[in-house]
């Protein structure tokens, strides 16, 4: 099969999944053909069939507002036609599902037929795509779409919620974890680097916006280390930085906490972290915290969105109400009492990520992807 990829390149998990899917895709040998304004920060071209199209758009000085949109529906246009594309498959709703149907119907006038598939990951349904200004087109692309997937029920939930006019099916295809880029050892001398003296070494990587509410991890670690001797990393970059750092002083733990930034490939230093913390405002998947336990590490989180379908509460880690800063602290004080504790919550962890290995999700988008295709064949 030839398929079109659109999606950020960013470090956000929406891109992350694309890219992981694409790779995965090219290596059981579809041939993959990703779509974004500059290379996906986790792709390596080492397959043969990966390729890469970059959308560049004008900075013309009428455009207070360049037309990104258009000029991706453009370049839609393109690559399937010239890599005779079998299908598209965007991630994350905003603006990619109206440009793929804008292609779609540019190139139906040519006589070219080109189903899309929209996959939702979060954000584009709860927070942005939940303006105002957004819906209508956003019900539409998503009612047009060839099919539609939610990477967790409570994703589909707020779909059918948030756009109470959108009739599509919105299949749940969850998120994954490739299991085998997770064999880092954690080596007493690897942890040294950040936790000489032998403590607990806690963890939290994401973007840093406010949804991930990244004061309460300072707020949960300082209470925690009034307990027991830990360490705090933070992985990541973003817009709440500048709050961290003042909330780090006002703690006085500035001096165990470590900030790393972004972070192409987290896996190596997850593999030596006790505890990953996740208290979200909300979280349509948490792929970071499938991260984490696919590096054997248990998760302290909320329990808002889909985490509850991540996370098992008591089994992988804890979930909390939002903002129930005693109760995670608790929580991880709990998992982090003793070794005994902490190896079961980790060996739990791991065999939670083993149901979200690449193996079992990957035939979920292949059999959709030959669905889609078969039903397009038939009305031609
Ligand atoms: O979390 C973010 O702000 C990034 C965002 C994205 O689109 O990259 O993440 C969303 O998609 C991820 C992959 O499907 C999910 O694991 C995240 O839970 C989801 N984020 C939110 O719902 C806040």
Do not use: W
Request: aromatic share 10%.
């Amino acid at each position: 099969m030839k398929i079109g990829i659109v999606c950020y390149p960013t470090f956000g998990g929406s891109g992350v999944v694309a890219t992981e899917l694409g790779q995965a895709l090219a290596e059981k040998g579809h041939e993959v053909h990703f779509i974004s304004y500059s290379p996906p920060v986790r792709l390596d071209f080492l397959s043969g069939n990966i390729f890469y199209h970059e959308v560049s758009v004008s900075d013309y000085p009428l455009f207070e507002y360049p037309p990104y949109e258009l000029v991706l529906a453009s370049k839609l246009v393109d690559v399937v036609k010239y890599e005779k594309l079998d299908l598209l498959h965007v991630h994350y709703a905003i603006p990619h599902a109206s440009a793929a149907y804008m292609a779609k119907q540019i190139l139906a006038s040519q006589g070219i037929n080109i189903p899309f598939i929209t996959t939702l990951h979060g954000t584009d349904i709860t927070l942005v795509g939940k303006d105002p200004s957004f819906e209508p087109v956003i019900t539409f692309a998503i009612n047009q779409s060839d099919a539609v997937t939610a990477v967790s029920e409570s994703l589909k939930e707020d779909t059918y919620k948030n756009f109470p006019n959108v009739r599509k099916e919105v299949k749940v295809i969850p998120n994954f974890i490739r299991l085998d880029d997770y064999k880092f050892e954690s080596t007493t001398c690897k942890k040294k680097m950040y936790a000489p003296n032998g403590e607990r070494l806690l963890i939290h990587v994401s973007n840093f916006r406010k949804v991930k509410r990244v004061e309460d991890v300072l707020r949960v670690f300082d209470k925690v280390k009034k307990v027991i001797p830990s360490k705090l990393i933070l992985i990541g970059d973003g817009p709440e930085r500048g709050n961290i750092e003042k909330l780090c002083r006002e703690l006085d733990t500035c001096s165990d906490i470590k900030s790393l930034g972004k972070i192409v490939n987290p896996e190596p230093i997850l593999a030596i972290a006790d505890l990953f913390l996740l208290p979200s405002e909300t979280e349509s998947f948490g792929l970071a915290a499938l991260e984490a336990m696919a590096s054997k590490v248990p998760v302290i989180s909320t329990n808002s969105g889909g985490l509850p379908e991540v996370n098992v509460n008591g089994f992988s880690g804890y979930m909390s109400n939002v903002g129930d800063i005693e109760g995670m602290a608790k929580n991880a004080i709990h998992i982090l009492q003793n070794d005994d504790t902490l190896n079961q919550f980790k060996a739990n962890a791991y065999a939670q990520a083993e149901k979200f290995d690449i193996s079992k999700i990957l035939p979920m988008y292949e059999k959709l992807y030959a669905e889609v295709l078969e039903k397009n064949t038939v009305f031609k």
